[in-house]
Protein backbone atom coordinates (compact mmCIF):
# COMPACT_ATOMS: atom_id res chain seq x y z
CA UNK A 1 0.00 0.00 0.00
CA UNK A 2 0.84 3.54 -0.13
CA UNK A 3 1.33 5.51 3.04
CA UNK A 4 -0.21 8.02 3.56
CA UNK A 5 1.10 11.67 3.21
CA UNK A 6 0.36 13.68 5.98
CA UNK A 7 0.98 17.60 6.61
CA UNK A 8 3.24 18.25 10.06
CA UNK A 9 1.57 19.21 12.96
CA UNK A 10 3.01 22.52 14.45
CA UNK A 11 4.11 21.88 18.28
CA UNK A 12 3.27 25.20 18.63
CA UNK A 13 -0.20 26.87 18.14
CA UNK A 14 1.08 30.03 16.53
CA UNK A 15 3.05 27.99 14.12
CA UNK A 16 -0.30 27.03 12.42
CA UNK A 17 -1.50 28.11 9.36
CA UNK A 18 -4.45 31.02 10.23
CA UNK A 19 -3.93 31.21 14.40
CA UNK A 20 -4.36 34.61 15.09
CA UNK A 21 -3.24 36.00 18.53
CA UNK A 22 -6.53 35.44 20.55
CA UNK A 23 -7.11 38.58 23.01
CA UNK A 24 -7.32 37.13 26.72
CA UNK A 25 -10.34 37.27 28.58
CA UNK A 26 -11.80 35.36 31.48
CA UNK A 27 -13.34 31.65 30.49
CA UNK A 28 -16.43 31.83 31.67
CA UNK A 29 -19.16 29.87 30.11
CA UNK A 30 -22.08 32.23 31.19
CA UNK A 31 -21.23 35.81 30.82
CA UNK A 32 -24.46 36.64 33.04
CA UNK A 33 -23.24 34.89 36.17
CA UNK A 34 -19.68 34.13 35.86
CA UNK A 35 -20.79 30.13 36.16
CA UNK A 36 -21.93 31.00 39.64
CA UNK A 37 -25.99 30.84 39.14
CA UNK A 38 -26.64 34.40 40.48
CA UNK A 39 -26.40 37.06 38.08
CA UNK A 40 -23.19 39.32 39.09
CA UNK A 41 -24.26 42.51 41.22
CA UNK A 42 -23.51 44.97 38.16
CA UNK A 43 -25.45 43.36 35.71
CA UNK A 44 -28.20 43.01 37.87
CA UNK A 45 -28.26 46.66 38.59
CA UNK A 46 -28.99 47.05 35.12
CA UNK A 47 -32.08 45.79 35.35
CA UNK A 48 -33.31 46.20 39.14
CA UNK A 49 -33.72 50.09 39.87
CA UNK A 50 -31.75 50.66 42.98
CA UNK A 51 -30.64 46.93 43.25
CA UNK A 52 -28.15 46.11 46.29
CA UNK A 53 -26.44 43.04 46.76
CA UNK A 54 -26.14 43.42 50.58
CA UNK A 55 -30.02 44.09 50.50
CA UNK A 56 -31.89 42.14 47.26
CA UNK A 57 -32.94 38.42 46.37
CA UNK A 58 -30.28 37.27 44.73
CA UNK A 59 -31.56 37.08 40.61
CA UNK A 60 -31.20 33.74 39.42
CA UNK A 61 -29.30 33.55 36.39
CA UNK A 62 -31.78 32.33 33.31
CA UNK A 63 -29.33 32.71 30.40
CA UNK A 64 -29.92 29.51 27.93
CA UNK A 65 -27.18 26.97 28.28
CA UNK A 66 -26.01 28.19 31.44
CA UNK A 67 -27.08 25.35 34.12
CA UNK A 68 -24.94 26.92 36.96
CA UNK A 69 -27.99 27.44 38.97
CA UNK A 70 -28.72 23.82 39.46
CA UNK A 71 -26.01 24.04 41.59
CA UNK A 72 -27.90 25.86 44.10
CA UNK A 73 -29.46 23.89 46.69
CA UNK A 74 -33.60 25.12 46.80
CA UNK A 75 -33.12 25.57 50.64
CA UNK A 76 -31.99 29.14 48.80
CA UNK A 77 -34.89 29.78 47.06
CA UNK A 78 -36.06 32.44 49.61
CA UNK A 79 -33.20 34.14 48.63
CA UNK A 80 -33.50 34.06 44.86
CA UNK A 81 -35.43 36.64 42.70
CA UNK A 82 -36.55 34.41 40.09
CA UNK A 83 -38.12 37.66 37.60
CA UNK A 84 -35.06 37.52 35.20
CA UNK A 85 -35.75 35.33 31.93
CA UNK A 86 -33.47 34.07 29.49
CA UNK A 87 -33.71 36.95 26.96
CA UNK A 88 -32.91 39.48 29.99
CA UNK A 89 -29.61 36.92 30.84
CA UNK A 90 -28.69 36.25 27.37
CA UNK A 91 -28.43 40.31 27.02
CA UNK A 92 -26.42 40.84 30.08
CA UNK A 93 -24.29 37.85 28.90
CA UNK A 94 -23.37 39.33 25.29
CA UNK A 95 -23.02 43.29 27.31
CA UNK A 96 -20.51 41.75 30.04
CA UNK A 97 -18.32 39.98 27.01
CA UNK A 98 -18.17 43.03 25.09
CA UNK A 99 -17.16 44.91 28.03
CA UNK A 100 -14.33 42.42 28.64
CA UNK A 101 -13.12 42.71 24.83
CA UNK A 102 -12.87 46.29 25.03
CA UNK A 103 -11.39 46.01 28.35
CA UNK A 104 -8.62 43.49 27.42
CA UNK A 105 -8.22 45.00 24.00
CA UNK A 106 -7.87 48.96 26.29
CA UNK A 107 -5.50 46.87 28.30
CA UNK A 108 -3.03 45.43 26.03
CA UNK A 109 -3.02 49.15 24.42
CA UNK A 110 -2.57 50.83 27.59
CA UNK A 111 0.72 48.20 28.46
CA UNK A 112 2.26 49.10 25.25
CA UNK A 113 1.99 52.91 26.17
CA UNK A 114 3.78 52.06 29.42
CA UNK A 115 5.88 50.63 27.58
CA UNK A 116 6.78 53.45 25.49
CA UNK A 117 6.45 55.38 28.17
CA UNK A 118 9.12 53.53 30.24
CA UNK A 119 11.35 52.56 27.77
CA UNK A 120 11.76 56.66 26.36
CA UNK A 121 12.31 57.47 30.86
CA UNK A 122 15.12 54.83 30.63
CA UNK A 123 17.02 56.28 27.56
CA UNK A 124 16.74 59.64 29.14
CA UNK A 125 17.97 58.39 32.18
CA UNK A 126 21.22 56.99 30.31
CA UNK A 127 21.56 60.01 27.78
CA UNK A 128 22.25 62.40 31.17
CA UNK A 129 25.53 64.02 31.03
CA UNK A 130 25.57 65.01 34.51
CA UNK A 131 23.43 64.30 37.78
CA UNK A 132 19.93 65.45 38.69
CA UNK A 133 19.97 67.94 40.88
CA UNK A 134 17.86 66.46 44.33
CA UNK A 135 14.89 68.79 42.86
CA UNK A 136 15.05 67.15 39.42
CA UNK A 137 15.73 63.55 40.68
CA UNK A 138 12.11 64.57 42.98
CA UNK A 139 10.05 65.53 39.96
CA UNK A 140 11.63 62.62 37.83
CA UNK A 141 10.59 60.00 40.20
CA UNK A 142 7.20 61.23 40.72
CA UNK A 143 6.32 61.45 36.93
CA UNK A 144 7.79 57.94 37.16
CA UNK A 145 5.11 57.16 39.96
CA UNK A 146 2.71 58.99 37.80
CA UNK A 147 3.24 56.60 34.61
CA UNK A 148 2.73 53.18 36.83
CA UNK A 149 -0.38 54.52 38.99
CA UNK A 150 -2.12 55.84 36.15
CA UNK A 151 -1.83 52.11 34.83
CA UNK A 152 -2.28 50.33 37.54
CA UNK A 153 -5.54 52.20 39.13
CA UNK A 154 -7.26 51.62 35.86
CA UNK A 155 -6.24 48.10 36.63
CA UNK A 156 -7.25 47.80 40.05
CA UNK A 157 -10.43 49.46 39.35
CA UNK A 158 -12.09 47.35 36.51
CA UNK A 159 -10.61 44.51 38.58
CA UNK A 160 -12.94 45.27 42.30
CA UNK A 161 -15.24 45.90 39.41
CA UNK A 162 -15.79 42.61 38.33
CA UNK A 163 -15.19 40.76 41.30
CA UNK A 164 -18.42 42.38 42.94
CA UNK A 165 -20.69 39.38 41.69
CA UNK A 166 -18.13 36.85 42.98
CA UNK A 167 -18.55 37.98 46.49
CA UNK A 168 -22.24 37.65 46.38
CA UNK A 169 -22.05 33.79 47.19
CA UNK A 170 -19.00 34.06 49.26
ZN1 LIG B 1 -25.39 31.91 34.04
Redesign the pocket.
Known amino acids: MDLPQLPPMPMRPEHEPGYSKEIWQPQWR ?1 F ?2 H ?1 T ?1 IVVSHLAAMVIKGYNANRSKFPL ?1 Q ?1 PN ?1 H ?2 VGIPEEYNHCLDFRFNGEI ?1 AELDKRERQSWQDWTKGRQQRLSELNTKVSALAEGMSLRKRQRTPSEEIEAQRRHQEVLDEYTHESVAHRENFSVGAEIIN
Request: hydrophobic share 10%; aromatic share 0%; glycine share 10%.
Open positions: CCCDGCNCAEC
